[in-house]
């Protein structure tokens, strides 16, 4: 089973990715894109946010979902440091036995899972003398805006602020020192898009195809997989329910309105069109209705549509992202992959 979903999202003064400091300002972070346009194609900069940032929100949210349902976390996962078993230091820490030889790798890779979730659903990377990598189960871009909309409905603005202190004195000497700072952070506005996919089948299954197995760790691995997956959905729904990535949510809490989302699970990859046109779910209906008649499986889909959007029947229309979540939640029940 596959999940993949986009949305279009309204969100208005944010600073949730910034990328450095020149002098006072704190500069978000732009990234150029492509515009069709009626003359041919134009490069523009537009505010982003990056996937990395993303992945440490869905992740960082996973560690909070896996602890509730007594679910293994690592020690630097626990701590929301996902440096993710890469050196020799860590695997001491996390009282995990390198690999001896490449016959010992699937050995290493289901240890590692069993220590910690985060390394199954988001993959790893060890770099020791036998390397081993996972690849990550999910799969985000950077959060962008609109296509169609990016000329009209996007940009970034610098927002002066001064720091003051009161009780000290302001002229010359340490006072002046501690006292008045001005400095500026960019904030962006703009309909973005995001797309994010999920391996739910991938999720509690190793994938060294090689080397000796543990039958009884493999066991205790495939006994979890429906709680893991379980964690992995509830993980999703909560990331975009609350957008709960990226930084400055103390000061520039980002006022946020989902528009129009589009979500399908499938028994084969599918990833849906990006939210880049209001057309996106329609486009996504027509794709995934094609791909079926060329390879077979099965594809479900749900959105929700706060805007004018071509709404195809074959697609399910609830109010909220929340209630997708719940429904695919129980679908997988139905069939046996989530507890």
Request: overall charge neutral; glycine content about 8%.
């Amino acid at each position: 089973m596959f999940l993949s979903t986009s949305l279009r999202l309204l969100v208005n003064i944010e600073s949730l990715n910034a990328v450095e400091s020149v002098g006072n300002v704190s500069r978000h972070r732009t990234v150029p894109i492509v515009v069709p346009g009626p003359d041919g194609y134009s490069i523009k900069y537009v505010p982003a946010v990056s996937g990395e940032s993303i992945a440490h929100g869905y992740q960082s949210e996973l560690v909070d979902i896996a602890q509730r349902m007594g679910l293994p976390v690592g020690v630097y996962s626990s701590r929301k440091e996902f440096i993710k078993f890469s050196e020799d230091n860590y695997l001491n820490d996390e009282g995990i036995s390198p690999p001896e030889d490449y016959d010992d790798v699937r050995r290493f890779e289901v240890d590692v899972l069993l220590k910690d979730i985060v390394a199954d659903v988001g993959g790893f990377m060890y770099t020791g003398d036998i390397p081993v990598k996972r690849t990550s189960r999910f799969q985000v871009g950077y959060m962008l805006p609109a296509l169609e909309d990016v000329t009209k409905a996007a940009a970034v603005e610098a927002q002066f602020h001064v720091r003051f202190l009161f009780s000290r004195q302001q002229k010359g000497g340490e006072g002046a020192a501690l006292g008045q700072i001005p400095y500026n952070i960019e904030a962006a506005s703009a309909l973005y898009t995001l797309t994010f996919n999920l391996d739910i089948a991938g999720i509690a299954v190793p994938s060294t195809t090689f080397g000796k197995k543990s039958e009884v760790s493999e066991k205790q691995l495939a006994a979890q997989a429906p709680k893991r997956r379980l964690a992995a959905l509830k993980a999703l729904g909560s990331l975009l329910s609350n957008l709960s990535f990226g930084a400055k949510h103390s000061r520039y809490l980002p006022n946020s309105e989902l528009m129009s989302c589009v979500l399908t699970v499938s028994s084969i990859p599918f990833t849906v069109s990006p939210g880049n046109n209001r057309n996106y779910i329609a486009q996504t209906s027509r794709r995934m209705k094609q791909l079926s008649s060329i390879v077979g499986g099965e594809v479900k889909a749900w959105a929700v549509a706060r805007e004018e959007l071509e709404k195809p029947s074959d697609v399910t229309y609830l109010e909220t992202v929340e209630e997708i979540i719940g429904s695919v939640i129980d679908v997988l029940r139905g069939k046996g992959m989530a507890e």
